[in-house]
Nanobody, 121 residues
Framework: QVQLVESGGGLVQAGGSLRLSCAAS????????MGWYRQAPGKQRELVAI???????TYGDFVKGRFSISRDNAKNTVYLQMNSLKPEDTAAYYC???????????????WGQGTLVTVSS
């Protein structure tokens, strides 16, 4: 079993910054892609950013250079630095990890419970 624990969400004024963290623990053999999705009420979940174990990052188009993802493989932790936040960034942010567990050779996606980000105008 794998658990993802997210932190760093909260209320911030437009133009401000937040740093999200997600730490994975449990019966982990390896984690491939690890990153963040977000979902606002009544909206579809969308990719924010994802990073491989080798450090290759992919960002959603809406980020426009404002966000930066990083990863500490030794700690099974991924970070999302969010700058120049806008009200439209308001959403629940979910951590996802493509994880191979110690009990078998196959990988699957694990999800965190989400951390709320609210950007005021």
């Amino acid at each position: 079993q794998v658990q993802l624990v997210e932190s760093g969400g909260g209320l911030v004024q437009a133009g401000g910054s937040l740093r999200l963290s997600c730490a994975a623990s449990g019966s982990i053999f390896s984690i491939n892609g690890m990153g963040w999705y977000r979902q606002a009420p009544g909206k579809q979940r969308e990719l924010v950013a994802i990073i491989t174990s080798g450090g290759s990052a992919t960002y959603g188009d809406f980020v426009k250079g404002r966000f930066s993802i990083s990863r500490d493989n030794a700690k099974n932790t991924v970070y999302l630095q969010m700058n120049s936040l806008k009200p439209e960034d308001t959403a629940a942010y979910y951590c996802k990890a493509e994880t191979r567990v110690r009990t078998g050779p196959l990988s699957r996606d694990y999800w965190g419970q989400g951390t709320l980000v609210t950007v005021s105008s």
